[in-house]
């Protein structure tokens, strides 16, 4: 950029040099069309030249790549939807009203998921509260989920991008891990897609005692973010 901007104001010189040598000769020889179209000619190839010089930085210029800390950062705020399972009887999801507080630690790698939500008149508000800390150089999130009267789960999810984000709250995230499902060994997979305030988690399971490589869905969390 440095060097594009000397260039105009070389060109810049140059031209005002050009002009000055024409107003010298029209005091001392009169009008000269030949050269007024000389000069015109240059001018025209300067600008032409200066526009190629400046054009490429603003033409090429990308926005800085989203990487799986920023886009984790972005989820800071108020959260409000529902928690869904799938019947599969009846083919249908029912869910539950839950709302979730994400707060970032600010060091670039926690972050602390609170959410709520009404499991009947039995039980009532049920809290479950999410640590999450992620590696970046292992590409892996360690999350340890607390919840009263249950023991603490604690994985770590191999985690990455599907496809390319647009920024940093338009994305598709999968994290994978390996730990059980009604008392049998299977590799769990969150899978969340953000867009803008809207974001969906869904979790699918697939069995390892078999040999059938089968993702079957488990549950979903949809969510609409109402507050900063």
């Known amino acids: ?33 030949h050269k007024d179209l000389h ?21 090429f210029a990308q926005p800085a790549p989203v ?17 869904e399972y799938l019947d599969y009887t009846a ?3 029912f ?23 009404d499991d009947g ?17 292992a590409a892996t999130v360690t999350a340890g989920t607390y919840r009263k009267g249950r023991s603490v789960d604690i994985f770590t999810y191999a985690v990455r991008f599907d496809g390319t984000p647009a920024d940093a709250t338009h994305w598709t995230m999968v994290e994978e891990a390996l ?6 060994p299977a590799m769990l997979r969150l899978t969340t897609t953000r867009d803008g305030d809207s ?9 390892q005692d078999d040999d059938k490589a089968e993702w079957i869905t488990r549950n979903r969390t949809r969510l609409s973010r109402i507050g900063g």
């Open 95 to 117: 869910g539950l009203p839950v709302s979730t507080q994400i707060e970032d630690q600010g060091d670039g790698a926690t972050i602390i998921r609170k959410s709520d939500f």
């Open 67 to 83: 990487d799986i800390a920023a886009a984790r950062a972005a989820l800071t705020g108020t959260w409000s939807g529902k928690l």
């Open 199 to 207: 974001i969906e988690t869904l979790k699918q399971i697939d069995f």
């Open 91 to 93: 083919k249908k999801w």
């Open 39 to 59: 000069i015109m000619r240059r001018m025209s190839s300067f600008f032409i030249l200066a526009a190629a010089a400046v054009t490429p930085a603003a033409a």
């Open 1 to 33: 950029m440095r060097g594009a901007v000397a260039f105009v104001a070389f060109g810049v010189r140059h031209i005002a040099m050009a002009l000055y040598t024409k107003a010298m000769d029209f005091r001392h020889h009169g009008h000269q069309p």
């Open 121 to 137: 008149p039995k039980v009532g508000n049920v809290r479950i509260t999410t640590i999450e800390l992620l590696d970046p150089a």
């Open 179 to 184: 730990g059980k499902d009604d008392n049998r």
